[in-house]
């Protein structure tokens, strides 16, 4: 029996029910202190003066005199610092650690900092500094929208989302045998490595990433890691033990990275039939204080913007700026789920003013292979708008649910979507990711850096290689993630664990398939000892990016998504009660239809909330309700039913088919809800549609 | 301070307003409780307390003097609920997973979908979406 295509058991084992996995903060060494950070009070200032208001007998002070090497976060920009020096950019600046044996005295500890305080900057408009600037052109824009019979503009508003991963940010750091192991709950180890080699330099080379189960990512445990592994590591180098550094909810929600706020502007030109002639663009990301990855989020976000439609005039304007505010970060769909919000609900809006059924404009106007999309790449027989639409309309029986529902309090609305797998444009080739397969005496070992997050790395890894190798599932193990062990096969983002790093297994699996000349791996072992076989990602040759115009292949393939919401609006409370969701996607082919399945519910639901639910409210710089008690993500009792179809299309570059899964279904939930309310009357631009939002928009 | 821990009578010199997801997991060292917010709100910490499940984070220990705690600990790892969680996919990252199962322990026989939903509205999960929860619930209270 194949292992592809079928819902094996996963990898995990029986551990995560029965409490026997071990996440970070279920590890415990000898000698071990428990770490703290004092961060800042203000979003703007200088620092004055620090005293320390305890007894600190006992204690490891950390500040950043002790950073061996570079007080820098290396990451996209070396512009943050681990600890502050003198400059405050935002509320949640580190500035001191604190490491103690008893949690209650290192909790109990004052600081006591004086500030010179600055006028902060929390308007993305009127920041004059940008982390990045994109300007896309394809074809001419001015002529085309001077020309269209009709312009429709509009602009967009979504607010930053909290990844709520259960499992806050938390790691260990660990003095071993000349040098320092960091045990964490960490998307991405290399990127921690990465971070670490420059915090400490050539005087502690032996430094090595362990990740422990992890206990969610969502983006939020890609790059901030480096920056909690860093303050461990400088504690326990200080100390000479073991420091455990584990955020309460509050800190990691204040602290850490976010969905970037967005505002887009779109002007739109059309033919009065429909048919989409020019599309300007403006994207605005709010950065936060510091670059971590706003450049290549913006860039997603910007290729995005367009939506999946076929348009001969584009240009999309993206900014990503500084502002006093924590930096915002990665999280899943990384700029595309703002982007996508913003151009599914102007499409409804464009169908209203044309008086065309938003149905009908997307058909006139969705891509379809060897059409070109917004960055002039034209698009191969693995484009599946056209399939996805149709099926969700067919299966939803929207237009009759549209029609009867028309005058009564419940709505049905739709989004179309698309989403790239992979790093963007001439990312991968940059990346060289390599995966490795050792044999055992019993069959082969994955050993690769992508880390299991929940989505099934593990599991999904070990089917591939079973099929491309031929041996039984049950005889494929998968390594812990440690630096110094596995191959870095990248980090776990950008829907590329399944695409890209499972293709190079499969590529390793043929490989020592042809090493051992028949043979099942035990006998080989046994007659010739252990072998490896090392491979690097190649991605397909046909792929074409210039980095300067922002035009050509952005990516080597799209999963489509087309995603249907029903749902009932209270009209004296403003209370939205979505009924049902139907989320069509096609992502090439599912390698375990159950843990997709799960990707498209799961991600459904993080949409739903962000649609709904999730509202950040930001007082002087800082997230004031940092509390699961007041920023509420879905429960089972908010979501719906949620009705997966998962259509196939099989990309050729990708292990068996496969695309990449996890952000697709990210983008759809938020703009399907706010075309469902537009339905009721309700003109909304902006989300979460929060009950005190809706209470206050205005009706078309 | 005495009490029942799955089936086993312990006892603890913790202070007596320790919160009791802090004596199961640094005094006696059962890690597969979990603490996801430490304000009652998540419900990964979820125990049950004399049969009722409650949010170990919000339990001083004095107060379960004398009562039966069960941990997800004390299934032995061979409830059938544990293995649906791992065969339906109910458990991705696997945090929220020991305080779900303790929850769902209390459903009564033949619940419907709704009964599950209410059961379950303490406890958070961001990585399923909770339909697979419920396949999972569902398919061992139709076993029994």
Known sequence: ?700 | MQFNLNGSDVETDAHPMSRLLDVLREDLELTGTKEGCGEGECGACTVLIDGEPVCSCLIPVSQVQGAEVVTIEGLGGKHPLQQLFMNEVGAQCGICTPGMIMAALTLPDNPTLDDVKTALAGNLCRCTGYSAIYRAVLKWKEAQ
Request: proline fraction near 6%; charged fraction near 25%; glycine fraction near 10%.
């Open chain 1, 1 to 700: 029996m194949k292992a592809v295509g079928a819902s094996v058991p996963r990898k995990d084992g029986i551990g995560k029910a029965t409490g026997a996995a071990r996440y970070a903060d279920d590890l415990v060494f000898p000698g071990m202190l428990h770490g703290r950070t004092i961060r800042s009070a203000v979003p703007r200032g200088q620092i004055k003066s620090i005293k320390l208001d305890f007894d600190t007998a006992g204690f490891t002070i950390v500040d950043y005199r002790d950073v061996p090497a570079k007080n820098a976060v290396d990451l996209m920009s070396h512009d943050q610092p681990f600890l502050a020096e003198s400059e405050i950019r935002h509320m949640a600046e580190p500035i001191l650690l604190l490491a103690h044996e008893d949690k209650e005295k290192l909790h109990a500890a004052t600081v006591i900092i004086d500030y010179e305080e600055q006028e902060p900057l929390f308007d993305p408009e009127k920041s004059t500094v940008s982390f990045k600037d994109i300007d896309i052109v394809k074809g001419d824009v001015a002529s085309a929208l001077s020309s269209a019979d009709v312009v429709v503009e509009g602009e967009y508003r979504t607010g930053h989302q909290e990844h709520v991963y259960i499992e806050p940010n938390g790691v260990v750091a660990v003095p071993e045998e000349g040098g320092v192991a960091i045990y964490g709950s960490v998307q991405c180890p290399f990127y921690v490595i990465k971070a670490l080699r420059c915090l400490l330099g050539s005087a502690h080379p032996n430094v090595r990433v362990i990740q422990t189960e992890t206990g969610g990512g969502f983006g939020g445990k890609e790059e901030y890691p480096s920056m909690i592994a860093g303050h461990a590591v400088l504690l326990a180098i200080k100390s000479g033990r073991p420091v455990k550094i584990i955020y309460d909810r509050a800190e990691d929600m204040v602290a850490t990275t976010k969905r970037h706020p967005s505002i887009v502007r779109h002007r739109t030109g059309l033919t009065k039939d429909g048919k989409l002639v020019a599309m300007d663009i403006e994207v605005i990301l709010d950065g936060g204080a510091y670059v971590t990855l706003s450049p290549t989020v913006l860039s997603r976000g910007c290729i995005h913007a367009a939506g999946p439609y076929n348009c001969d005039n584009v240009r999309i304007q993206g900014r990503a700026v500084f502002t006093n505010t924590p930096p915002n970060g990665a999280f899943r769909g990384f700029g595309a789920p703002q982007t996508e919000f913003a151009v599914e609900v102007h499409m409804d809006r464009i169908a209203e003013t044309l008086g065309i059924d938003p149905v009908e404009l997307r058909r006139i106007n969705a891509l379809k292979p060897g059409d070109r999309t917004a960055t002039d790449q034209t698009l191969r027989e693995d484009a599946s708008a056209h399939m996805v639409l149709e099926e969700a309309i067919r299966r939803t029986d929207y237009n009759r649910k549209r029609e009867e529902w028309k005058g009564t309090n419940k709505a049905i609305g739709l989004s179309l979507f698309f989403h790239g797998a992979g790093f963007t444009g001439a990312g991968e080739r940059n990346l060289k990711s390599k995966a490795r397969l050792d044999l055992t005496p019993t069959g082969v070992r994955i050993a690769v850096g992508s880390t299991e997050i929940g989505q099934g790395t593990r599991t999904m890894h070990a089917q591939i290689v079973t099929d491309a190798l031929g041996i039984p599932y049950e005889s494929v193990e998968v390594a812990q993630p440690d630096t110094s062990r596995v191959a870095d096969s990248g980090p776990t983002v950008a829907s590329r664990t399944c695409m890209v790093v499972g293709k190079i297994l499969e590529e390793c699996a043929i490989e020592m398939k042809e090493k051992l000349r028949g043979m099942s791996p035990g006998e080989y072992y046994d007659n010739y000892g252990p072998i490896s076989v090392e491979r690097m990602y190649e991605p397909p040759d046909w792929i074409q990016w210039n980095d300067d115009t922002y035009l050509g292949d952005a990516y080597a393939t799209y999963g489509w998504g087309c995603d249907v919401v029903e749902l009932e609006l209270d009209r004296d409370t403003y209370e939205v009660k979505p009924i049902r969701i139907t989320a069509v996607q096609e992502f090439g082919r599912p390698i375990h239809p159950a843990l997709a399945q799960g990707q498209i519910e799961g991600g459904t639901a993080q949409g739903l909330g962000y649609a709904l639910l999730e509202r950040v409210v930001m007082k002087n710089g800082a997230m004031a309700n940092s509390q699961l008690t007041n920023y509420v993500i879905p429960t089972t009792l908010d979501m719906p039913e949620v009705d997966v179809v998962m259509m196939e299309n099989p990309y050729p570059g990708g292990p068996f088919g496969a695309k990449g899964l996890g952000e697709l279904p990210m983008d759809g939930p938020a703009p399907a809800v706010v075309n469902a309310l537009r339905g009721l009357g309700l003109d909304l631009r902006e989300i979460p549609a929060t009950p005190e939002l809706l209470s206050t928009t205005p009706a078309i």
